[in-house]
């Protein structure tokens, strides 16, 4: 990050903590170690030094914030002098109530959830598709299951806003009984998309489903949970990315894939309705 950038930030989350505190400058100053001129220096946006590493630990302790909020590496203020990592890698585990995917999502409440997702939106699937696709790895299909009830009924919470993209051709494939598919009946399929349409029609707008052409665009499968985290999604683990910088790439590479969009969200509902017909 660009030292400008940086000591702007950090300005930023100086004015943030003493105007949540109450306290005056003086007090602030004199509870992290500093005088109040240096306070007043460091406030002014006149210069790009920042304070000293015993400061900031005292700024991060004093107001129960992690370093990486404090110089804007972060926008989780996290716990009391943590430095988090920029990368984690998350394994996934049976019981869904257990994985971090609810926590991730109640923290994002409030803001922009960004969904590429593997084959059909989680929140979109029958019970049959799910029974069926766990089948092929050999997994209970009760953990996938609540999983999808889960995403469905927080995407019914006042609120809510959720933007999926994902290749035509996936929904093609299905369809037809192409790729993975190819053992599951017609009927479990139509059934499926019968449900998807339904649920996009009553989902509208705070849910909004982009189909792109896959031939002209690659994406593979991850979830950017407002500006906290983008989690990409590798078989049974989840690759997580903690940083500003790094959630914001992944951000824009989402809006990209929604600007080549070839049917937009008020549009899927009719042609995943057209697919059954066909």
Not at 119 to 131: G, M, S
Request: hydrophobic share 40%.
């Amino acid at each position: 990050m660009d030292k400008r950038d940086l000591s702007r930030l950090f300005q930023e989350r100086i004015r943030s903590l003493l105007n949540r505190s109450g306290d005056n400058q003086s007090s602030f100053a004199a509870a992290v170690g500093i005088d109040r001129s240096a306070l007043s220096q460091l406030l002014s946006g006149q210069s790009t030094r920042l304070p000293r590493v015993e400061t900031l630990l005292n700024i991060a302790e004093r107001y129960a914030v992690s370093l990486d909020w404090l110089l804007g590496l972060s926008q989780d203020e996290g716990i009391i002098g943590e430095l988090r990592a920029s990368m984690e890698i998350e394994e996934g585990v049976d019981g869904f109530e257990r994985t971090l995917l609810v926590r991730w999502h109640a923290e994002a409440s409030g803001s922009k959830i960004r969904y590429v997702p593997a084959r059909i939106p989680d929140l979109l699937r029958t019970q049959a598709v799910i029974a069926y696709e766990t089948s092929l790895v050999h997994r209970d299909p009760v953990t996938q299951i609540a999983e999808t009830a889960f995403r469905l009924d927080y995407n019914r919470q006042p609120g809510t806003d959720m933007e999926v993209c994902m290749p035509y051709q996936t929904l093609r494939d299905f369809a037809k009984g192409g790729g993975i598919w190819g053992d599951l009946s017609r009927d479990i399929r139509e059934e499926q998309l019968q449900r998807m349409s339904a649920l996009i029609d009553e989902l509208y707008p705070s849910f909004r489903l982009y189909l792109f052409d896959g031939r002209e665009r690659f994406s593979v499968p991850y979830t950017v949970f407002g500006p906290y985290r983008a989690a990409i999604f590798v078989g049974e683990m989840y690759l997580v990315l903690n940083t500003t910088e790094a959630v914001l790439t992944m951000q824009r590479h989402f809006d990209g894939l929604i600007r080549v969009a070839k049917i937009n969200a008020h549009e899927v509902a009719a042609y995943v309705s057209a697919l059954k017909a066909e």
